[in-house]
């Protein structure tokens, strides 16, 4: 295969699978710089208040197409429609720009530091008011500012919604709330300098089925907007300005992989039932309720996962109760009577959520996230709480606790359930009395106390995604250390056999609901292992149960008992490949 002169080969980690050959568009966040300081001579006053009207303009006409788009959107989108309203106000409010105006005839400085002045005396008033509604006004003030100070120093600002052209969106890095925006159709695919596999940027690209190499390092640096690029989502594979031999070698796998994509649509309403008749329930994982289409599409047989914290992103206030009930009874109608697991708030590590205000922490992913967040703010966990028992009058909703660290934590979570459920009493609103109550089994204490949490809870499910990050203490978004996170250390499989000897020992239900779940190789492990439940997202679904189908329980058995016994993570990888090389070969 020969390269144009100018062609770059560049290897990442194919996080979402798919083969795309398309457009660069070099995403620019516009991050705000330093703002500069110059004082002026009196006859530059005017041009300066002129840039300051004109950013102005500027900052509002780009906040009115984000609205237009949305509007075009519908859907879910319209909940952001209010708060853009609210936003465009901003920018109209006298204060802020006859303040503005006056500070810098006044004292002859720039409209940079004139707007910085006006905006530190607005946030003063803002930071001493104690209505937390008002407090967050002020953060809206501070985004709009920071928005006009962009557009004043001629810096780009984008929104990914705000992408017309289909294209391979390039950036330093994505944040699931930016993943959360983006329209299959429109992102072809996407590739960052940063990120790792189980990051949750990569995980809802899987979601979305849009295919992603993350941990490129310097793609960026590499690639300008209008560039072709051929992705391979699998194998991590980016060649930028391909000659016309490589482009048509991609254009033949993508065919390749797309008839097997569309051939794996026989498994759909199949059983994943071994050869010897054992099954496996395949459930799969959401972030937003739109991803439930896809799920049904792929043949789930339940929600296995319901990331509920994504409906607190892409916003600027908490989702109100009525929301709350609004999502969680549309998933459960539309799964019809099948299973649906709303985890609660999992805030915090990378999945950040500016508008709470939390302090800086300086290792956020063991910080004040998940449940601990919860437990701080018990206002918040209980307005989800009353949603989540609301909405499960209307279909077999279950609860699930993310990042319990031990039993006094879970008997904690517990106490706050049933005094909500009392207050529901109370107040006459139906609720299922008999919902099931699960926990996430991912921090490395619930796991060796596993034993003790089953007598207290209704099932586990094990999120190898943390599981393996707290584990093996590597940062599950750093690519630098990206190498080391393997799910198939001996520690992990160590610590997934005996939670799930704890499960069954208490008679309890455990499942898989990480990113290795949807890993075909895995989820043979994982069926040796005697695990009846596995949860992934869309784009696995068929793959797992076609892999499943293949295999017999005795087999799996056999392979799980042989891995137990070697030391690295190589031999088992090794192993696991050799022994399922016959029915892996034509995986993607
Ligand atoms: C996990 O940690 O494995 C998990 C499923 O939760 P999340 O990826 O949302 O942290
Ligand atoms: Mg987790």
Not at 200 to 226: C, D
Not at 306 to 323: D, G, H, M
Not at 562 to 571: C, N, Q, S, V
Request: glycine residues 6%; proline residues 3%; charged residues 30%.
């Amino acid at each position: 295969m020969s390269f144009k002169k100018d062609s770059i080969l560049m290897k990442g980690l194919g996080v979402s699978s798919g083969i795309v050959i398309g457009t660069v568009h070099l995403f620019d966040r516009g991050e705000l710089e330093p703002v500069q300081y110059c004082h002026l001579d009196s006859r530059a006053l005017d041009y300066e208040i002129e840039r300051f009207n004109k950013a102005l303009t500027e900052s509002k006409d780009q906040i009115l197409r984000i609205r237009n788009k949305l509007e075009e959107e519908g859907g879910q989108a319209k909940e952001h429609i209010q708060i853009i309203d609210a936003n465009l106000l901003i920018f109209e409010d006298q204060m802020l720009i006859d303040d503005t105006i006056k500070v810098i005839r006044e004292d002859k400085i720039n409209a940079e530091w004139a707007l910085k002045k006006v905006l530190t005396r607005l946030m003063e008033l803002f930071d001493n008011m104690e209505d937390e509604y008002f407090k967050e006004r002020g953060s809206d003030i501070e985004q709009s500012v920071n928005r006009i100070l962009i557009n004043l120093m001629g810096k780009k600002h984008e929104n990914i919604s705000e992408i017309d052209e289909p294209s391979i969106i390039v950036a330093h890095d994505l944040g699931p709330s930016d993943t959360a925006q983006m329209a299959k159709g429109k992102v072809l695919a996407f590739l960052t300098d940063v990120g790792g596999r189980t990051s949750h940027t990569s995980i809802m690209a899987r979601s979305l089925e849009i295919p992603a190499v993350v941990g490129l390092e310097s793609v960026t640096h590499q690639v300008e907007t209008g560039d072709t690029v051929v992705i391979d989502g699998t194998t991590g594979t980016v060649i930028i300005n391909p000659s016309d031999k490589v482009i048509e070698v991609y254009q033949q796998k993508r065919v390749r992989y797309e008839q097997y994509n569309q051939d794996l649509h026989r498994y759909r309403d199949l059983p994943a039932e071994t050869t010897d008749g054992k099954i496996v329930e395949i459930m799969g994982n959401i972030e937003i309720v739109d991803e439930m289409g896809s799920l049904i599409d792929h043949g789930a047989e339940g929600i296995g996962l319901y990331r509920s914290e994504f409906l607190y992103l892409n916003r600027r206030e908490l989702p109100t109760e009525e929301e709350h009930l609004e999502a969680y009874k549309k998933v459960a109608e539309n799964m019809d009577g099948k299973p649906v697991i709303i985890r609660t708030l999992d805030i915090g590590g990378d999945k950040p959520l500016p508008f709470l205000d939390l302090d800086e922490e300086s290792n956020p992913a063991m910080g004040l996230r998940a449940i601990r967040l919860c437990f701080d703010r018990v206002d918040i966990f209980k307005t989800q709480l009353r949603g989540i028992l609301r909405a499960s009058a209307f279909g077999n909703i279950k609860v699930m606790f993310p990042m319990i660290s031990g039993v006094h934590e879970l008997r904690r979570a517990k106490s706050i359930l049933e005094e909500t459920k009392e207050e529901l009493t109370a107040e006459g609103i139906e609720y299922n009395p008999d919902m099931e109550v699960g926990i996430m089994i991912e921090v490395p204490s619930a796991a060796l106390v596993a034993d003790l949490l089953a007598k207290e809870s209704d099932f586990f499910s094990i999120g190898t995604n943390d599981l393996i990050q707290y584990t093996i203490a590597i940062d599950r978004v750093n690519e630098h250390v990206a190498y080391l996170f393997e799910p198939s250390h001996p520690a992990i499989l160590r610590v997934i056999k005996q939670v799930v000897k704890a499960a069954n020992d208490a008679g309890i239900s455990v499942g898989i609901c990480g990113e290795m779940a949807g890993e075909p190789v895995y989820a043979i492990v994982f069926l040796g292992l005697g695990i009846k439940h596995l949860s992934m997202s869309a784009g696995s679904l068929l793959k797992v149960k076609k892999l499943i189908r293949e295999v017999s329980y005795e087999d799996a058995k056999d392979i799980c008992d042989t891995i137990m016994t070697f030391d690295t993570a190589r031999e088992i990888e090794e192993f696991l490949a050799s022994r399922l090389a016959g029915i892996l070969k034509e995986e993607y």
